[in-house]
């Protein structure tokens, strides 16, 4: 039985002005704004004052409240709003991604020991519902691999830098103005916040609670003139993949930009748009495409899970509970196009299995697999860049020794 929910919201930015429009344009939610408690008292809104306060405790001893939404900026205030939150006897919504990913595990015991639900559709690839999907829809599926487009403003770029020729700095600063990128935007092309995101959607696809300081993370501001050549010679796109696999027992998962073929399903994912590609055992492959940022595609998911808890929905990590025991590791090769400005700054030898190069102009690169290790230590040098080949194959190390001991 649906009841009408009050609600208690933390931050007035993109996304909670975002929500508040899309709350009041839908009628069949039974659930309406009581308070929202923003930090700057000098800013003006346009809504009346009497509903916004600076005080936490307002909303946290507020008896009438029920959920508090949580949609500010910082992540170590919004840890601190969660847990006041269920402590008060509050669900919680939010849409913080660093928050989540990096305190996931104690939010799931949180959960359990105050007996209330901690719900963040929003959280990852916007108005996409990935997460409810991996929770209910596959729950008798042996999913194998996640991946896709996990950040908006990253593909936005891509694609203005790639279809409209603009420079990157120009793409960027667009996705600015639009309310796309992070307050600190080099969480976006640094590969920060996909990585963010895929770090919940490996716990709730293969029950794994992984730090993500230890998921490797490389991003788009280094693509060179070289890559964007190479693409366009080879009628290839780049895109920003992060993507999650299951080999065994074990999970191997990162973000990096990848080259993309013109018939591969990312392919035609523009804009801010994000895709999630799922592979399971059975089903195969689906893809889920939709707005990954902005205020309304984000109000949306946020709306989405207001509506779940009238009817008092519950993430049950059903992949964590039911205790398969995969482990997460780094130990995998990947097929890479290493581009590189300064002679001699890369050599053969800094590849597993070396396939070949070129070079002229002062512009050079080359390809073959190399190891996880070596992709973040090429990734931090600055004038290297790595980029995915199209369809590159990722093999887990660890199974390829087994394999030799077997043979
Ligand atoms: N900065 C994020 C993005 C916002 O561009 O995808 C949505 O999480």
């Known amino acids: ?86 402590q008060n006897g509050k669900h919680v919504v939010t849409a913080n991604k660093k928050m989540l990913a990096e305190n996931l595990e104690e939010i799931y015991n949180l959960q359990i020991k105050y007996d209330r639900s901690v719900l963040y559709e929003g959280a990852v690839c916007g108005s996409i519902p990935i997460l409810r999907n991996l929770e209910e829809y596959y729950d008798n599926d042996l999913i194998t691999s996640i991946e896709g487009i996990f950040n908006g403003s990253t593909n936005f770029i891509l694609t203005k830098v790639f279809e409209e020729k603009k420079s990157y700095a120009d793409a960027l600063k667009i996705a600015q103005e639009l309310g796309f990128a992070e307050s600190d935007p080099s969480l976006d092309v640094k590969g920060f916040d996909p990585k963010f995101k895929l770090t919940i959607a490996i716990a709730h696809t293969f029950g794994v609670f992984v730090k993500p300081e230890n998921i490797l993370n490389v991003g788009i501001d280094k693509i060179s003139a070289v890559d964007l050549k190479y693409a366009k010679e080879n009628n290839l796109t780049i895109k920003l993949v992060a993507r999650a696999f299951r080999d065994d027992k074990t999970i191997i998962g990162f ?31 689906q893809v889920y495409i939709g707005k990954g940022a902005g205020g309304y595609p984000t109000g949306s998911a946020v709306l989405s899970d207001i509506s779940a808890l009238t009817f008092d929905y519950r993430y049950e990590y059903k992949k964590f509970t039911q205790g398969e025991g995969f482990t997460f590791s780094n130990k995998a090769v990947a097929d890479v196009v290493v581009s590189f400005t300064e002679k001699n700054a890369i050599t053969p030898a800094d590849f597993e299995n070396f396939k070949g190069g070129y070079q002229g102009n002062g512009l050079q690169y080359m ?32 199974k390829q020794a087994v394999r030799v001991e077997r043979a």
């Open 1 to 86: 039985m649906k009841k009408k929910l009050k609600i208690g919201l933390f931050g007035f930015g993109v996304v909670g002005q975002g929500l508040y429009h899309v709350l009041n344009e839908t009628h069949g939610v039974k659930a309406e704004i009581k308070r929202i408690c923003v930090k700057n008292q000098n800013k003006q809104r346009n809504l009346p004052n009497e509903i916004f306060t600076f005080d936490k405790a307002d909303i946290f001893t507020d008896e009438e409240i029920d959920i508090v939404v949580e949609l500010i900026d910082d992540a170590t205030a919004a840890f601190e709003i969660v847990k006041a939150a269920l």
């Open 255 to 285: 973000v990096a930009p990848q080259f993309i073929p013109a018939d591969h399903m990312l392919a035609n994912v523009r804009n801010e748009y994000n895709a999630v590609l799922v592979e399971g055992a059975f089903a195969e492959k």
């Open 367 to 398: 390809t073959g697999s190399i190891t996880l290790q070596k992709l973040k230590e090429l990734s931090k040098r600055e004038e290297v860049s790595v980029i995915l080949s199209p369809n590159a194959e990722i093999t887990v190390l660890q």
